[in-house]
């Protein structure tokens, strides 16, 4: 391996741009560049700081023969390294966050139901008052989301002691690497047919609602088949959640697609814009809701939020999305 195959492989372990490299050697974007197309070498005393910065001996960089890293501290690797028993406790715990994450966003998404049926059976059968019935379904509709969100704050703290996995801060142990790309692409199969599960939930969802409505079906029909569609929705999503739970751990422990090193600036832009996106978009649809009264129709905030942020997650990324199942 040549120089400039190190210098580039040493930064994208790092999960820095050419521009971030120039900044910390002092040099420009384009001379990074040169290094890395075998255009041109850098100077020795920019090679003494390359080897500083990434941590390995300078033999490493100058010798074409060495092919395995050799790092300045005399060791053989930048990070600990992982073992087979500690990636499958790390699997078992994203496995188990996936569970409980799909549960929370399940109660999410039908949190509104019990409110419609109330209002339902008030309205058109009179099995309550309706001022009881409005009452009563905001109740549950908000013990629902309290829920779901306790159990989102619960299950965050299972991933903390997992925190240098999650930056990539690792190195497999050797033989790990081949045992987990088999197991990702069993997953894969798995997860294709799952998730074509849930595009025909999805797909679906709506025909009950517009089967009513074309047959002009009493409004209590209408508020039934809605309710429905908020189920079939939630199984949708909890579908797709597990489905792509295991693929993106193993892609995780292999800092493969999405969580490749180079990927890192995309993964810390996403994080800042979750943080202000969802908050907001919940506090819209509350808002909405409980001012218009019509969450037989607010729920529709939820499928136009997500395409939109389906957008402005392409929008802040710095790399195409290759995955692919």
């Not at 020795?44 to 501290?73: H, N, P, S, W």
């Not at 509709?141 to 903390?160: D, Y």
């Not at 892609?251 to 943080?275: N, T």
Request: glycine residues 8%; hydrophobic residues 50%; charged residues 20%.
């Amino acid at each position: 391996m040549i120089l400039s195959q190190k210098i580039l492989q040493l930064r994208k372990k790092q999960g820095w741009s050419q521009e971030e490299l120039a900044e910390k050697l002092g040099v420009s974007r384009q001379s990074v560049s040169k290094w890395e197309g075998a255009v041109s070498l850098p100077e020795i005393d920019k090679i003494m700081e390359l080897a500083a910065i990434f941590g390995v001996t300078t033999d490493y960089l100058l010798r074409d023969d060495m092919e395995t890293a050799e790092y300045a501290d005399g060791s053989d690797r930048r990070y600990p390294a992982l073992s087979i028993e500690q990636a499958d406790a790390f699997l078992d715990v994203r496995q188990r966050y996936a569970r409980w994450m799909a549960a929370g966003v399940a109660l999410c998404v039908v949190s509104p139901v019990p409110l419609l049926l109330l209002a339902c059976g008030a309205e058109y059968f009179g099995l309550l008052s309706e001022n009881l019935a409005g009452g009563l379904g905001v109740v549950i509709l908000l013990a629902l989301v309290a829920a779901a969100v306790a159990v989102f704050i619960v299950i965050s703290g299972w991933l903390q002691p997992w925190l240098k996995v999650r930056r990539g801060e690792f190195e497999l142990s050797y033989g790990v690497s081949g045992i987990l790309q088999s197991r990702l692409e069993i997953c894969r199969r798995r997860t294709a047919a799952m998730t074509a599960s849930g595009v025909a939930l999805c797909i679906l969802c709506a025909v009950p609602l517009l089967l009513a409505a074309g047959l002009e079906a009493p409004e209590y029909m209408l508020l039934l088949a809605v309710c429905l569609l908020l189920t079939l929705v939630a199984g949708a999503s909890a579908i797709f959640i597990l489905a792509d739970g295991p693929v993106e751990s193993l892609q995780m422990l292999l800092q493969q697609g999405y969580f490749a090193p180079e990927r890192r600036e995309d993964r810390r832009r996403e994080r800042k814009l979750d943080a202000v996106y969802w908050p907001v978009v919940t506090a819209l649809y509350l808002g909405v809701s409980f001012y218009t009264r019509a969450w037989h129709m607010s729920w529709i905030v939820w499928p136009v939020a997500g395409v939109l942020y389906g957008a402005l997650r392409a929008l802040v990324r710095r790399h195409p999305d290759e995955e692919e199942f």
